[in-house]
């Protein structure tokens, strides 16, 4: 009864910018993987700042759970109101507020998309590098902490926010970091609610660091005999000094799916997708000194994609790539999994982990951002195969093991949602309290996001 007088409040408030219809809570049940649909007991959509820290209030007074939501795209279950409660749709909170050109920064509601913003920079020669692949929204980037292929040259998330401003559990409204280039002033807040996936606060305007647009870009794509020398290559290509924008790595089945979905006609051996940014003249030798490299690994079929629209055809084949490989296995489902290690054990674990999958009689593409030891698997699985989704929770598990034994991480860029919190205490030991006592402190009452990255109260001590 409590949450039917919430949500009498809430419709109060909103009108009809809160929703309880069947169509609309299925929709915000569902994710982009592999976990079950968890409808919520409502939908709503502020507008402004006032009407997040009002409905987190109401919320608040009759301890309803509530689940921010961006455009969905995560893929470890982070926006699933898996407890119930309200979703609070932040699609309509999608202004640019203010283009600072001179200080590289923007402004933005977290509603506003990538995509959005950079067809909004055009004309000021400025850009935001971030990028994920999905047109995924700015406040659920800063949310998971996202990053992506453009990371090994323009950094995560992490680097890329300068302010935010957030809504607390209790319904306060604060704002983390500055316009300044740097700060010594206190904690860390803005650092802290990146990554914390909506269980501190929720995002409601964020400043974002911006980058100039290159005078030059050039992309290629080329060929391996084997996994450990295309491995190699990004290795060496790394230890010179060679400044990449964007270095990616896909396996001989992703090359098959690919061909299938494109007519890309690649060899089905594994390659390695890359991007140069900077001056013509740069470009041009960093471009050189890479094929010099390739060659020296023994690469081959080594294309350059030098118009646009090429470009743009090879880096919406690469980030099509989770759809694709989903359709070369008509019905399926996808458990998709990332871990991230050391540049020097990459080659080491993706080895083992196409052991893994193999060993499992799995479907299991391999792809990823190789520049910052960060690598993918689509585990490909029959929606009804009770056994085989088992086996590839499986893998995915040890995949996570062998990061952590390797020096590495469960995820560098997934984040942990419903899907890795188990696997918490093993990477962060005492530290995963420690989030727990923040966690506690902020949201005293666990109504932000519940049961997701953190322990539950008394969990694992």
């Known amino acids: 009864m409590a949450h039917e007088q919430a949500l009498a409040e809430l419709a109060s408030l909103l009108g009809a910018r809160l929703s309880r219809?069947?169509?609309?809570?299925?929709?915000?049940?569902?994710?982009?993987?592999?976990?079950?649909?968890?409808?919520?007991?409502?939908?709503?959509?502020?507008?402004?700042?006032?009407?997040?820290?009002?409905?987190?209030?109401?919320?608040a007074a009759h301890h309803m759970p509530l689940v921010a939501w961006g455009t969905g795209t995560s893929l470890e279950g982070h926006a699933l109101a898996?407890?119930?409660?309200?979703?609070?749709?932040?699609?309509?909170?999608?202004?640019?507020?203010?283009?600072?050109a001179d200080d590289r920064l923007v402004v933005v509601q977290p509603g506003v998309t990538r995509e959005a913003l950079n067809h909004d920079l055009r004309a000021t020669g400025l850009f935001f590098p971030v990028d994920p692949g999905a047109n995924a929204s700015l406040g659920g980037m800063a949310a998971t902490r996202a990053s992506g292929t453009t990371t090994v040259r323009y950094g995560s998330m992490r680097d890329n926010v300068a302010a935010l401003e957030v809504v607390l559990a209790d319904g306060r409204i604060i704002r983390t970091g500055s316009r300044a280039a740097k700060s010594a002033s206190g904690y860390d807040l803005t650092a802290l609610l990146l990554g914390s996936e909506g269980t501190l606060g929720i995002i409601t305007e964020l400043t974002l660091r911006l980058h100039g647009q290159p005078e030059a870009v050039s992309s290629a794509v080329c060929a391996f005999d084997t996994l450990e020398a295309a491995v190699d290559t990004v290795q060496?290509?790394?230890?010179?000094?060679?400044?990449?924008?964007?270095?990616?790595?896909?396996?001989?089945?992703?090359?098959?799916?690919?061909?299938?979905?494109n007519d890309a006609h690649m060899p089905e051996k594994p390659h390695?997708?890359?991007?140069?940014?900077?001056?013509?003249?740069?470009?041009?030798?960093?471009?050189?000194?890479?094929?010099?490299?390739?060659?020296?690994?023994?690469?081959?079929?080594?294309?350059?994609?030098?118009?646009?629209?090429?470009?743009?055809?090879?880096?919406?084949?690469?980030h099509a790539a989770y759809t694709a490989c989903l359709a070369a296995r008509p019905g399926c489902m996808g458990l998709v999994t990332d871990i991230c290690v050391p540049i020097s054990r990459l080659a080491e674990a993706v080895a083992?982990?196409?052991?893994?999958?193999?060993?499992?009689?799995?479907?299991?593409?391999?792809?990823?951002?190789?520049?910052?030891?960060?690598?993918?698997?689509?585990?490909?699985?029959?929606?009804?195969?009770?056994?085989?989704?088992?086996?590839?929770?499986?893998?995915a598990r040890k995949m996570a093991e062998r990061a952590l034994a390797m020096g590495g991480t469960i995820t560098g860029e997934h984040g942990i949602g419903l899907g890795k919190r188990g696997l918490m205490a093993a990477e962060h030991?005492?530290?995963?309290?420690?989030?727990?006592?923040?966690?506690?402190?902020?949201?005293?009452?666990?109504?932000?996001n519940p049961g997701k990255l953190v322990p539950q109260p008394g969990e694992g001590t």
């Open 21 to 59: 219809t069947q169509a609309e809570r299925d929709l915000h049940g569902q994710s982009e993987t592999w976990f079950a649909p968890t409808p919520p007991d409502a939908v709503a959509w502020p507008e402004t700042t006032a009407e997040v820290s009002a409905i987190v209030k109401i919320c």
């Open 82 to 100: 898996s407890q119930g409660g309200l979703c609070l749709n932040t699609s309509r909170m999608n202004a640019v507020l203010d283009v600072l």
């Open 236 to 261: 060496m290509t790394i230890q010179m000094g060679i400044p990449m924008a964007r270095i990616e790595f896909v396996d001989e089945t992703v090359a098959q799916v690919f061909n299938a979905a």
């Open 272 to 318: 390695l997708l890359i991007e140069f940014h900077g001056s013509e003249a740069g470009v041009a030798e960093d471009s050189r000194r890479f094929g010099e490299v390739v060659a020296e690994m023994g690469g081959a079929d080594f294309q350059w994609a030098t118009s646009t629209e090429d470009r743009n055809r090879l880096w919406k084949m690469r």
């Open 352 to 395: 083992e982990t196409r052991a893994d999958i193999a060993a499992a009689d799995l479907t299991g593409p391999i792809l990823g951002h190789v520049g910052d030891g960060n690598f993918h698997a689509i585990l490909l699985l029959d929606r009804d195969d009770a056994d085989e989704f088992k086996r590839a929770k499986q893998v």
């Open 429 to 448: 030991g005492a530290g995963w309290q420690v989030m727990g006592a923040i966690k506690a402190a902020l949201d005293p009452q666990g109504i932000l």
